[in-house]
């Protein structure tokens, strides 16, 4: 059993990085996924890409930040199916500077799209992942949650956030058959983060402190997310799982 055949799946942030990789592991594994992102051309593009390719993939137009885009990815899920057996919470955002140089409306999109955002759009799909009898919620966080690594405090409270409220949301709606957990991955081939990774001065001390010694690929995280996502799981909830090389484990 693993595979996801027939699963609904909704992954918001769904056309670059993590959150497109775990996408193609959701159709590769046999789902039904609904993706979603702010910029209209991507989100038409690659849903004709994969419907080219015989998929099962559906484009919502949305930031997850505003009601509006809230209210939209609801309307394609009732729409489509009568219930939801998968959400990821995917779609994040980052501004680095320093804390001092932090305008206020930066530091309130941040929390809005990496924190507020999951909250209320597991909140709108809960009928249907209650529906499902058997419902993950996957959060992507950070290793930034819990170890300073340089992002900014913004992003690191919105994904230490966004652990505690995986862990409260567990518990909560362990009793609907609802499993929510977090993966933590370490810095990953994104695009996101390619313009940092390509800087000798902060690479090099990246790779010397992850015991691994190289950054992740989107798909690594993908495999994560897709395993929290199947029954061979089923015991697992509560937990922020840190796909992150080793860092973790070491003293920085």
Do not use: C
């Given at each position: 059993?693993?595979?996801?055949?027939?699963?609904?799946?909704?992954?918001?942030?769904?056309?670059?990085?993590?959150?497109?990789?775990?996408?193609?592991?959701?159709?590769?594994?046999?789902?039904?996924?609904?993706?979603?992102?702010?910029?209209?051309?991507?989100?038409?593009?690659?849903?004709?890409?994969?419907?080219?390719?015989?998929?099962?993939?559906?484009?919502?137009?949305?930031?997850?930040?505003?009601?509006?885009?809230?209210?939209?990815?609801?309307?394609?899920?009732?729409?489509?199916?009568?219930?939801?057996?998968?959400?990821?919470?995917?779609?994040?955002?980052?501004?680095?500077?320093?804390?001092?140089?932090?305008?206020?409306?930066?530091?309130?999109?941040?929390?809005?799209?990496?924190?507020t955002a999951p909250f209320h759009l597991?909140?709108?799909?809960?009928?249907?992942?209650?529906?499902?009898?058997?419902?993950?919620?996957?959060?992507?966080?950070?290793?930034?949650?819990?170890?300073?690594?340089?992002?900014?405090?913004?992003?690191?409270?919105?994904?230490?956030?966004?652990?505690?409220?995986?862990?409260?949301?567990?518990?909560?709606?362990?009793?609907?058959?609802?499993?929510?957990?977090?993966v933590s991955p370490w810095f990953t081939?994104?695009?996101?983060?390619?313009?940092?990774?390509?800087?000798?001065?902060?690479?090099?001390?990246i790779l010397k402190h992850t015991p691994?010694?190289?950054?992740?690929?989107?798909?690594?995280?993908?495999?994560?997310?897709?395993?929290?996502?199947?029954?061979?799981?089923?015991?697992?909830?509560?937990?922020?799982?840190?796909?992150?090389?080793?860092?973790?484990?070491?003293?920085?």
């Amino acid at each position: 059993m693993w595979n996801l055949n027939n699963k609904k799946v909704v992954v918001t942030g769904g056309t670059k990085g993590i959150g497109k990789a775990t996408v193609m592991e959701f159709l590769s594994l046999g789902a039904e996924v609904v993706f979603t992102a702010r910029n209209a051309n991507n989100v038409k593009s690659f849903e004709k890409e994969l419907q080219n390719q015989g998929y099962k993939a559906f484009g919502v137009i949305s930031d997850v930040s505003e009601k509006d885009g809230i209210n939209a990815i609801f309307s394609e899920v009732k729409n489509r199916w009568d219930n939801l057996d998968i959400l990821v919470n995917n779609a994040g955002i980052n501004i680095r500077k320093s804390a001092l140089d932090y305008l206020d409306e930066e530091l309130s999109k941040i929390i809005s799209i990496n924190m507020t955002a999951p909250f209320h759009l597991s909140k709108k799909l809960y009928p249907f992942l209650k529906q499902s009898k058997n419902a993950s919620i996957i959060n992507v966080a950070s290793v930034a949650a819990t170890l300073d690594v340089g992002t900014g405090s913004p992003y690191a409270m919105s994904k230490a956030g966004l652990v505690m409220q995986t862990k409260n949301l567990a518990t909560e709606w362990a009793k609907d058959n609802i499993r929510v957990n977090a993966v933590s991955p370490w810095f990953t081939k994104t695009p996101l983060t390619e313009n940092l990774l390509e800087i000798e001065e902060r690479i090099t001390p990246i790779l010397k402190h992850t015991p691994l010694n190289r950054v992740a690929n989107a798909s690594e995280m993908a495999h994560v997310i897709a395993f929290l996502a199947m029954e061979k799981s089923s015991y697992i909830t509560g937990q922020n799982i840190q796909a992150d090389g080793g860092i973790s484990s070491t003293a920085i």
